[in-house]
């Protein structure tokens, strides 16, 4: 079956536009996950999805940045307003369920550079 | 904060030698995680320990959870140049979600 899939691959940017970033997960998974990784570095939480209840926002490093997940499904990142320290790539899991444990399992990624 | 550090963070060795990647915390983590990473590609589950002192072995990788489940190890046996990759050690707590990743060890294996 069809793995975790994430658009546009490579997005390059200007400072100050707002973008944004497209997951759509494995049918069925009830979690969501986005992360940030940055060149050398390992992943950072950004925030997570499960089913109807609220999202867990916590690992947002600033307001400038948001996510939505409409339907339970398909997933959006925006970041508005981007700077530099934004570049990185953003990676997007799902899982069939949140706790420990469990498995999941990772898109490609979307490289962003912010110019 | 929980914090996974992991070491050495760059390996390159010849092909055929051995090699151990350490993952270390001060935190308890209900389970621990290994995954390995290529370039242009999202990180892959290797495997998933939880109980401490555990062992387990995948082929030539062999991966051991401590028994305070603070830390772990990633041993590689007669390393080949397709193990060549990003491997990043994640804890997890019971009843969580929030994944803790920690920064990677990048190994390249020479021919």
């Known amino acids: 079956g069809a793995g975790v899939s994430q658009s546009p691959s490579n997005k390059v940017t200007e400072k100050g536009k707002d973008v944004e970033l497209r997951c759509d997960p494995i049918s069925g998974h009830t979690a969501l996950y986005w992360y940030r990784q940055s060149l050398g570095q390992g992943l950072e939480f950004l925030i997570y999805?499960?089913?109807?209840?609220?999202?867990?926002k916590s690992g947002l490093p600033s307001d400038r940045f948001s996510a939505e997940r409409t339907g339970g499904s398909v997933s959006t990142l925006t970041i508005q307003r981007t700077q530099q320290e934004d570049s990185a790539v953003y990676l997007c899991a799902s899982s069939l369920r949140s706790g420990s444990k469990d498995t999941q399992y990772f898109g490609p990624g979307t490289r962003l550079t912010v110019l | 904060t929980q914090l996974l550090e992991q070491s050495p963070q760059f390996l390159s060795i010849q092909e055929g030698e051995n090699l151990t990647v350490y993952c270390n915390s001060s935190?308890?983590?209900?389970?621990l995680q290994w995954y390995r990473q290529e370039p242009g590609e999202g990180p892959v589950l290797l495997v998933t320990v939880v109980t401490g002192g555990e062992v387990k072995k995948l082929k030539r990788l062999t991966f051991q959870f401590g028994d305070a489940r603070k830390d772990s190890s990633l041993h590689i046996t007669a390393a080949q140049p397709g193990d060549t990759g990003l491997y990043l050690c994640a804890g997890q707590n019971t009843g969580g979600f929030k994944t803790i990743f920690g920064a990677g060890t990048r190994l390249f294996v020479k021919a």
């Open positions: 999805f499960q089913g109807n209840s609220a999202p867990d």
């Open positions: 935190s308890v983590f209900s389970s």
